[in-house]
């Protein structure tokens, strides 16, 4: 599962060689996903949400606005 994402990831980028700094491209949509998922799960309950991923509620709320999410 994760390697076919990896596969698509980098299929999808003509630029990839380009790429200066993967791991944290790959880390931000990664955690972008996660938190869209555990959002949903929750019904957008931040505090239930920030519990599941172990992060202080303020700092949720900080990357829902980076991710702009909700």
């Known amino acids: 599962m994760v390697q076919d994402y990896f596969d698509t990831f980098i299929e999808s980028h003509p630029n990839f060689y380009e790429i200066n700094d993967l791991h944290s491209v790959v880390c931000q949509e ?3 996903a996660l938190i869209q998922k555990v959002m949903d799960k929750t019904n957008n309950n931040q505090s239930k949400a920030a519990k599941i991923l172990g992060l202080n509620r303020n700092t949720l ?3 829902l606005i ?5």
């Open 61 to 63: 709320r900080n990357k």
């Open 66 to 70: 980076l991710y702009k999410i909700g």
């Open 30 to 32: 990664v955690e972008k």
